[in-house]
């Protein structure tokens, strides 16, 4: 573009002897207000002179010095962005006679900066009628652009947040830490959340907190590496996982008390046990004392027993009442052994009635897992009541139940198998089971195994069924470790 070009040509040391025609209308500089004047002193701001003078007296000197970049002063006061360079006039003895320094103004032209502003609008328009909310942040956090949807997420106009940290939009602890992983990121370049997904927590203008799933992206543009987040509320999702949740949770509870009628009646015998014994005990002290033969060793002897059986009693109850109660929905660390031995006390009297064998085969360390205890227990109640009426329809000889736990690396948790030596499932497929209503029982719910799939599913978990061999049936189930970094993590932008 020749015609868009500064030249001016000046004297070895820097005066100014002709200007061109564009380098005056774009300086309003004429060639009678600037002879002799020096090159530097009237062309650029002033942070520029001296790099333009080194550059210069280079040239002048015979050099060829690089291109310069800075701001020059145009004809209304202001300043302009431009681009220079130098070459040196030589005489017939190849003598310097001067610098002819040729620039271009590089603002951009009325037609480049109005399709620019076009592009730029069209740009927004799509990024403002998209559903998600979608912003940018540069390499040290602050946000750049904030489309419309992101406004409507977080409560701020977009002119609130450009130009701030990017962490004013994440609750604590996330905000303090997320210039640590801006940082981290930086450094060891380990992308932990760029290209994935992840649910986080977002902080909305009003204070309020929210769950959202962002996706992080990056672009490196012009050398400079910028971030994108698409974030999508789920607050309403999250609403409705819980509600499906919570009536899960109801449903569970009304099959344990639906079950309570026929734990009742082997309770109600394992109850009658001490209180046989508590009243024969009574009797006796009694008759001691109306006798007045009490002996005060014999006494205490029996209210001993009677103090014994009293909390056998009382223990097989708290058992039948915590089995009934409503399960909390919070998961607490939970010891898997001690809900074996816990469900075995509870289902003791229906496993001696049906001259059930049982053995427990546990590792002498397994680590706490994460457990909503009531339901899981209710899921091996329901397994074992399964294996043992199973192995009692088909008068089984010498009924075996074994429920053996083994801890699991990779993918890392516990499995507990209840493995018995009933009928097996014939012809069955083990998967048809877990389907809600299938039962091959006279008053059977179909319900049990298909609640115990979705307790275990609730729990990150897995349940199947397989053959035993050489016969009977095994039903597995496979719970995780907590993970390390159980928190549920904040709206981490880029690292
Ligand atoms: P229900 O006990 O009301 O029938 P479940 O969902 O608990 O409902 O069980 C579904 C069916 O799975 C049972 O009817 C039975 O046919 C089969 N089943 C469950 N456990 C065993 C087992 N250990 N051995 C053989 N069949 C079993």
């Known amino acids: 573009m020749p015609g868009r070009t500064f030249v001016i040509i ?3 040391d820097g005066a100014i002897r002709q200007l061109n025609q564009y380098c005056q209308s774009v300086t309003g500089l004429t060639p009678a207000q600037v002879q002799g ?4 002193e009237i062309l650029p701001t002033p942070e520029h002179t001296e790099s333009m003078r080194t550059g210069f007296l280079r040239a002048a000197a015979g050099d060829i010095p690089e291109d310069q970049r800075g701001y020059w002063r145009g004809r209304d006061g202001g ?3 431009a681009h220079w360079g130098y070459s040196c006039l030589l005489d017939a003895e190849g003598g310097g006679m001067g610098v002819v320094v040729t620039g271009a103004d590089l ?5 480049m900066q109005a399709e620019l502003t076009d592009a730029l609008d069209r740009q927004q328009a799509i990024l403002d009628t998209a559903v998600d909310g979608i912003l940018t942040i540069d390499e040290t956090g602050l946000i750049q652009s904030f489309n419309r949807a992101a406004e ?4 701020y106009r977009a002119g609130e947040v450009v130009g701030r940290n990017v962490s004013m939009l994440m609750p604590q602890p996330y905000r303090a830490e997320h210039d640590g992983y801006l940082h981290n990121y930086q450094t060891t370049r380990r992308k932990k959340i760029i290209g994935i997904g992840r649910e986080v927590e977002g902080l909305r203008k009003d204070g309020t907190t929210f769950p959202l799933e962002l996706a992080v992206g990056e672009v490196v543009v012009s050398g400079q590496r910028i971030f994108t987040g698409i974030i999508r ?3 309403d999702r999250k609403q409705i996982e819980l509600e499906a949740r919570r009536r899960q949770d109801e449903l569970a509870h009304l099959t344990r008390v639906h079950s309570m009628g026929d734990l009742a009646a082997g309770l109600a015998h394992e109850i009658n046990q001490p209180l046989t014994a508590i009243l024969g005990h009574s009797r006796a002290c009694l008759r001691m004392i109306g006798a007045g033969t009490a002996d005060m060793d014999l006494l205490r002897e029996s209210m001993e027993q009677i103090a014994r059986q009293g909390e056998r009693a009382a223990e097989v109850i708290r058992r039948l009442r915590k089995y009934v109660e409503k399960g909390e929905i919070e998961k607490q660390p939970s010891d898997l052994p001690a809900s074996v031995q816990e469900v075995l006390g509870l289902l003791q009297h229906e496993l001696r009635e049906h001259g059930v064998r049982v053995q427990v085969k546990a590792p002498s360390y ?6 909503d205890r009531v339901q899981i227990e209710q899921v091996l109640v329901n397994l ?4 043992v009426e199973a192995m009692a329809e088909a008068r089984v000889e010498g009924p075996e139940l074994e429920l053996v736990l083994v801890q699991s690396e990779a993918p890392a948790g516990v499995r507990t198998s209840v493995v018995d030596n009933g009928p097996g499932f014939g012809a069955k497929q083990p998967d048809d089971l877990f389907a809600p209503f299938f039962t091959t029982k006279k008053s059977g719910l179909g319900q049990g195994l298909s609640i115990c799939r979705r307790i275990v599913d609730a729990h990150g978990g897995r349940i199947w069924a397989e053959s035993n061999q050489p016969r009977g049936a095994v039903f597995h189930v496979w719970l995780p470790l907590p993970a390390r970094d159980g928190r549920n993590g904040g709206l981490r932008g880029a690292a």
Not at 37 to 40: A, G, I, N, T
Not at 384 to 387: K, Q, T
Request: glycine share 6%.
């Open 10 to 12: 000046a004297g070895p």
């Open 37 to 40: 004047q020096r090159v530097w």
């Open 79 to 81: 300043m302009f962005p």
């Open 107 to 111: 603002r951009l032209s009325n037609r």
């Open 152 to 155: 409507r997420i977080f409560g």
């Open 233 to 235: 509320d789920i607050t």
């Open 366 to 371: 397994l680590p706490p897992l994460l457990l």
């Open 384 to 387: 074992v009541r399964n294996a």
